[in-house]
């Protein structure tokens, strides 16, 4: 079975800071990886995807298959990055598109 | 609003009641996926329908837990005899096969059982 473990729960940064969110995952085929973000009293809404291979919002993650990862990272974190963070994977079969979600990484960026 | 909606947003009950929640997709999306979140946890997939049918339950969805489709437009999630474990936010999400199948989701419902 796919499992997406994201070992920070908590990461706080200050405004203009790196941030790299952490992501690995296991699966033994090739899956797709997502980071989808959860804003305050906000719905899930997907950010990014790695096969589109783009930068949103100044956020951009590389999948490494080596090291089973796909981190989130931005160089200069703004305060409306706070947010709730999750890492998901699909089986990339076809027709198999249900989401396997890590347990999430609140991002809190002061000023 | 064009999105995915959820009714009820809230339901409070007790412990051995039914309830039933609702979910209606965007409009030309034909898959639809039931997703359960607890406190601290990400979500967790319960099912998913491709039109009406439902193609994939989870082992999570006990016997308690019933989802239809019935027109391959909106969905009901019923669960029977609900027991305090039960309370979670239940999410609900619909994609498009075949247009990258990106999952939009909706508001949620949130389940507290007494």
């Known amino acids: 079975a796919q499992r997406v473990t994201q070992p920070e729960k908590l990461l706080s940064v200050f405004k203009g800071a790196p941030v790299e969110l952490k992501c690995n995952y296991s699966y033994s085929g090739s899956p797709e990886l997502f980071w989808y973000v959860q804003y305050s009293r906000q719905r899930l809404q997907l950010l990014l995807r790695?096969?589109s291979r783009e930068s949103i919002k100044g956020f951009t993650a590389d999948l490494n298959k080596g090291e089973t990862s796909f981190h989130l990272k931005k160089p200069f974190a703004q305060e409306e990055d706070s947010a709730m963070y999750y890492c998901?994977?699909?089986?990339?079969?076809?027709?198999?598109?249900?989401?396997?979600f890590g347990k999430g990484t609140m991002l809190l960026v002061s000023p | 609003d064009t999105g995915v909606s959820q009714d009820p947003r809230h339901k409070i009950t007790k412990r051995g009641q039914n309830v039933t929640f609702r979910c209606d997709p965007i409009s030309e999306h034909n898959r639809l996926y039931w997703y359960r979140q607890t406190l601290g946890q990400g979500p967790e997939f319960l099912t998913y329908f491709q039109n009406e049918a439902q193609l994939e339950k989870s082992r999570l969805l006990s016997d308690r837990f019933s989802a239809e489709r019935p027109k391959g437009s909106f969905s009901t999630l019923e669960i029977q005899r609900t027991e305090q474990g039960d309370s979670a936010m239940y999410l609900c999400a619909s994609s498009l096969a075949g247009a990258g199948d990106t999952q939009y989701f909706g508001p949620g419902t949130r389940l507290t059982v007494l």
């Open positions: 998901a994977l699909t089986r990339g079969e076809s027709g198999y598109s249900t989401l396997t």
């Open positions: 790695h096969i």
